[in-house]
């Protein structure tokens, strides 16, 4: 199941990161996916919500997911540009563009302890 070895990598990235009892702590995961991430933030929360059910050290954790946009950078005039609608184009000088800068990612970019 994809979803749940996101869950898992998130989980080991944190116990690098923190102590045991900084992770005792923990209260809150914000995650950051890009919409070309092939990543289903409902499919992540369910596998989140059923690896740490009750009980279970994290179960009280809450997870955050914010979709990121999809950037690309001009080769021909460096201008980034936020794609919408799957246009991949640069909105200055019009030239097409798949040199992706964002859109494909998974970051956690916040966590939260209680104090
Ligand atoms: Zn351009």
Avoid: W
């Avoid at 990543?39 to 050290?57: D, M, S, V």
């Avoid at 955050?64 to 460096?78: G, L, M, V, Y």
Wanted: aromatic share 6%; proline share 3%.
């Amino acid at each position: 199941m994809h979803e749940l070895s996101i869950v898992n990598s998130i989980m080991n990235t944190l116990e690098q990161e923190f102590d045991e009892a900084k992770l005792d702590k923990l209260q809150a995961i914000y995650l950051k996916v890009g919409i070309l991430a092939n990543i289903e933030p409902r499919l992540l929360h369910n596998a989140f919500t059923a690896k740490h059910h009750c009980g279970t050290r994290f179960h009280h954790v809450q997870l955050h997911i914010e979709p990121t946009d999809i950037k690309i950078q001009c080769a021909s005039c460096n201008h980034i540009t936020t794609v919408k609608n799957y246009r991949f184009a640069c909105e200055k000088c019009g030239r097409p563009s798949k040199n992706l800068i964002q859109g494909e990612e998974m970051l956690i970019h916040k966590v939260e302890f209680e104090d």
